[in-house]
Nanobody, 125 residues
Framework: QAQLVESGGGLVQAGGSLRLSCAASIRTFSSYSMGWFRQAPGKEREFVAAISWSGANTYYVDSVKGRFTISRDNAKNTAYLQMNSLKPEDTAVYYC??????????????????WGQGTQVTVSS
């Protein structure tokens, strides 16, 4: 079990950038993929990006391709989401999550077994 803590959210104008961090406060030797999801008020939580434990494989939802970059620093047990060219429709609470099944890079919300508390991202027009 890992405790995940997101940070880096805030208020930014359209076209601006933010960098989100997701730190595992309990370090472990377990291999797992990391993902980012987001949820706007009144809407369902949606997948944004995922990265394998080694960082060799990544996946992005079409709406953020070319704008967002997911990465990780395993020495710090931290995942990142660099968000550029932000749009008002990116406004949401962003959550990081961990998938503990070895060898799997999943895009399904139900496959992620541990979640952070979320960090608010607000993009003004």
């Amino acid at each position: 079990q890992a405790q995940l803590v997101e940070s880096g959210g805030g208020l930014v104008q359209a076209g601006g950038s933010l960098r989100l961090s997701c730190a595992a406060s309990i370090r472990t030797f377990s291999s797992y993929s990391m993902g980012w999801f987001r949820q706007a008020p009144g809407k369902e939580r949606e997948f944004v990006a995922a990265i394998s434990w080694s960082g060799a494989n990544t996946y992005y939802v079409d709406s953020v391709k070319g704008r967002f970059t997911i990465s990780r620093d395993n020495a710090k047990n931290t995942a990142y989401l660099q968000m550029n060219s932000l749009k008002p429709e990116d406004t949401a609470v962003y959550y990081c999550a961990a998938d503990f099944v070895y060898g799997r890079l999943s895009l399904k919300l139900g496959d992620f077994g541990s979640w952070g508390q979320g960090t608010q991202v607000t993009v003004s027009s």
